[in-house]
Nanobody, 117 residues
Framework: QVQLVESGGGLVQPGGSLRLSCAASGSIFSTRAMGWYRQAPGKSRELVAGITRYGNTNYADSVKGRFAISRDNAKNTVYLQMNNLKPEDTAVYYC???????????WGQGTQVTVSS
């Protein structure tokens, strides 16, 4: 069983930055793809960024150039650096672990990100 624990969310002004972290338990982290999804009120969950076991990344068009995903296999942790945040980035952010970026097997509990002045 894998547990994912997110941290780093909070309230930030437009144009600000946050760094989310997701720590995974267990021993399969390095063999799996990781993803960051988000869900805003009244909307479905969407993929924001993903990183394969080999380090290849992809991003939603809405965050390209502003967000960066990275992973540290030695720490079983994936990160999401979010810069130039906008009010429309407000959502609960979830990390995922799975065989592929778009095939999550496990989810974290989520961390709230609120962008507001």
């Amino acid at each position: 069983q894998v547990q994912l624990v997110e941290s780093g969310g909070g309230l930030v002004q437009p144009g600000g930055s946050l760094r989310l972290s997701c720590a995974a338990s267990g021993s399969i982290f390095s063999t799996r793809a990781m993803g960051w999804y988000r869900q805003a009120p009244g909307k479905s969950r969407e993929l924001v960024a993903g990183i394969t076991r080999y380090g290849n990344t992809n991003y939603a068009d809405s965050v390209k150039g502003r967000f960066a995903i990275s992973r540290d296999n030695a720490k079983n942790t994936v990160y999401l650096q979010m810069n130039n945040l906008k009010p429309e980035d407000t959502a609960v952010y979830y990390c995922s672990l799975g065989l592929a970026i778009n095939r999550p097997e496990y989810w974290g509990q989520g961390t709230q990100v609120t962008v507001s002045s």
